[in-house]
């Protein structure tokens, strides 16, 4: 059963720390993404690639939040420095980009405390 | 700009009864797509149904149905003999634009199923 596969699930950190998220897409999706959900804000875009080439990173904070693709089968998002704002789930999410309007499927999400 | 209004902030049912979950875009594009994803209380997000802007069908799956009407521009949701496992947060999202791959979602309606 294919999924997207995050970690670490949960991740308490104290303010000023890195903390980095990991995801591998499914197997053979090409568009890959990163969505952050807060009660405030639900559920807002930071990032994306295709063909793990970033496309639009608009939603992302630039001064803080970077988002890379170093092979197919890994997705990092760092925060350097996290501040308690940043307290949220993070979503992972890919799909085939197919011409059809894929179906993006996402991780279980990645819960962040920020102290 | 695309939006996604979904009013309904929180609705309870009893057990057994039907609900009806609605959702309603905005775009300019002629060509978009239309998804409903499931939050249970675990957290992830479970993709529901794709639909895209050249099928008006209606469509059935076991106790769930989704009504789209391009005339009233809504895409709304239907469940059949409710049950608490329907209980959630769902949420409808747009994604238009071939080649633009970001989905835009609804603040989502939350679904509770008093057993």
């Known amino acids: 059963d294919a999924r997207v596969t995050q970690t670490p699930r949960h991740k308490v950190t104290e303010m000023g720390q890195e903390v980095t998220m990991r995801c591998q897409p499914i197997?053979?999706?090409?568009?890959v993404f990163w969505y952050r959900q807060t009660m405030m804000q639900g559920l807002e875009l930071l990032a994306y690639?295709?063909?793990?080439?970033?496309?639009?990173d608009s939603g992302m904070p630039k001064d803080r939040f970077s988002a890379e693709m170093p092979d197919a089968t890994l997705a990092t998002l760092k925060i350097q420095p996290s501040e308690p704002r940043d307290s949220a789930v993070y979503f992972c999410?890919?799909?085939?980009?197919?011409?059809?309007?894929?179906?993006?499927?996402f991780g279980e999400g990645s819960w962040l405390t920020v102290v | 700009a695309q939006k996604v209004t979904q009013a309904q902030t929180e609705i309870s049912v009893v057990e057994k009864e039907d609900v009806t979950l609605d959702c309603v875009y905005e775009?300019?594009?002629?060509?978009?797509?239309l998804f409903w994803y499931k939050q249970p209380p675990s957290g992830e997000l479970v993709f529901l149904i794709r639909r895209n802007s050249f099928d008006e069908q209606n469509e059935i799956s076991g106790r769930y149905s989704w009504n789209f009407q391009k005339s009233t521009s809504s895409f709304n949701f239907t469940i059949t003999a409710s049950q608490v496992v329907d209980s959630a947060v769902y949420f409808c999202a747009l994604k238009a634009n071939f080649g633009n791959e970001k989905l835009t979602f609804g603040t989502g309606t939350r679904l509770t199923i008093i057993p």
């Open positions: 999410a890919s799909g085939p980009n197919d011409g059809l309007g894929n179906t993006i499927y």
């Open positions: 690639f295709r063909n793990r080439a970033p496309l639009d």
């Open positions: 775009t300019r594009d002629t060509t978009y797509y």
């Open positions: 197997l053979g999706h090409n568009t």
